[in-house]
T-cell receptor
Framework: DGGITQSPKYLFRKEGQNVTLSCEQN?????MYWYRQDPGQGLRLIYY???????QKGDIAEGYSVSREKKESFPLTVTSAQKNPTAFYLC???????????FGNGTRLTVT | QQQVKQSPQSLIVQKGGISIINCAYE??????FPWYQQFPGKGPALLIA?????SEKKEGRFTISFNKSAKQFSLHIMDSQPGDSATYFC????????????FGSGTQLTVLP
């Protein structure tokens, strides 16, 4: 079955450590997105990529970094510069120029 | 700046009733309005979407009503079922090279058996 795989489902880190969240898709979609979800809030866009080796900042990119070396993969690194990293992180994909169509099941990151 | 305002924050409906969730937007450049359904611990799933050239779109028990002049759109769930209990997000997108979505804050729907 085609879809988006996010791993791990739960992630725990100490404050000051960088952590990388994985997102893999086998939908052959060009565009991939990272969103952050906090309780009682909508999804906020962190980064997005329309093609390999190109990505753009979203609304809340500070403290995050991404790479897009392969079409299927769009990992997100939460750096120690992110002041409030504890959240539910969602990866999405779509055809290029189209809104996000498929979402992964998320990674819940807890930083203490 | 919140560009899509969603209400209510939570909603409790009896089985068989109608659930209504409302959204209002500010940016008149938006031209695509999807609704997503999210179950706990899962990612959102696209439920239904509408473009402003129509005033209503129906898919099964789910209907979007769109009022372009008022810059409002709503989701109606007819014959609500306990399995519909989830969080619902409205969103809006505007033309551009990257069809980014601006999301509402979500409505937690509980359908009582």
């Amino acid at each position: 079955d085609g879809g988006i795989t996010q791993s791990p489902k739960y992630l725990f880190r100490k404050e000051g450590q960088n952590v990388t969240l994985s997102c893999e898709q086998n939908l052959n979609h060009d565009a991939m997105y990272w969103y952050r979800q906090d309780p009682g809030q909508g999804l906020r866009l962190i980064y997005y990529s329309q093609i390999v080796n190109d990505f753009q900042k979203g609304d809340i990119a500070e403290g995050y970094s991404v790479s897009r070396e392969k079409k299927e993969s769009f990992p997100l690194t939460v750096t120690s510069a992110q002041k409030n990293p504890t959240a539910f992180y969602l990866c999405a994909s779509s055809l290029r120029g189209r809104p996000p169509l498929h979402f992964g099941n998320g990674t819940r990151l807890t930083v203490t | 700046q919140q560009q899509v305002k969603q209400s209510p924050q939570s909603l409790i409906v009896q089985k068989g009733g109608i659930s209504i969730i409302n959204c209002a937007y500010e940016n008149t450049a938006f031209d695509y309005f999807p609704w997503y359904q999210q179950f706990p611990g899962k990612g959102p799933a696209l439920l239904i979407a509408i473009r402003p050239d129509v005033s209503e779109k129906k898919e099964g028990r789910f209907t979007i009503s769109f009022n372009k002049s008022a810059k409002q759109f709503s989701l109606h769930i007819m014959d609500s079922q306990p399995g519909d209990s989830a969080t619902y997000f409205c969103a809006a997108s505007k033309p551009g090279s990257a069809r980014q979505l601006t999301f509402g804050s979500g409505t937690q729907l509980t359908v009582l058996p």
